[in-house]
């Protein structure tokens, strides 16, 4: 089976998924917005992302998958929703779960996540999906938690 079939195969197995489908230089991804909460003037979201490339020599598919938080807006002064200071200020944050302090398996950031978010999303459905995709093509799964090189 050729890459091309293999992509394919794993766009097939994610149709049912609303997300959003790049590819740069031989490097997949698939991107969703899991989560979104507006207060006042600010908004946060949490976007779920996975990763992979195939490699035909080796028969493997590198697969990578995380969770990011970002947030922009008005806010009240201090954090989005708990405190309440004078003024108003623009506030824009942007968090990484991969290379910052934020590290480990997508269940811990998972974990992390739900106490300020509710959000019913089985990512663990999608890496089951692409695995069982790549595996039927005849290629290694391997999975990572840094990013797809």
Do not use: C, H
Not at 57 to 62: A, P, Q
Request: proline share 1%; hydrophobic share 35%; aromatic share 14%.
């Amino acid at each position: 089976m050729t890459a091309a079939a293999i992509v394919n195969e794993i766009q097939s197995a994610l149709q049912g998924y609303s997300g959003k489908w790049t590819e740069k230089k031989g490097l997949w991804e698939f991107s969703a917005v899991i989560a979104e909460r507006k207060v006042f003037l600010s908004k946060k979201k949490i976007t779920y992302s996975m990763k992979f490339r195939i490699d035909d020599v080796l028969k493997t598919v590198k697969f990578s998958e995380m969770l990011a938080k970002a947030g922009s807006g008005l806010s009240t002064g201090g954090d989005f929703d708990n405190d309440f200071s004078s003024g108003f200020g623009f506030k824009k944050e942007t968090y990484n779960t991969i290379g910052g302090a934020r590290q480990g398996s997508i269940e811990e950031q998972s974990t992390l996540f739900g106490k300020d978010y509710t959000y019913q999303f089985r990512y663990e459905e999608i890496r089951e999906k692409v695995q069982a995709a790549v595996q039927n093509a005849g290629y290694q799964f391997v999975y990572q938690i840094l990013p797809v090189i």
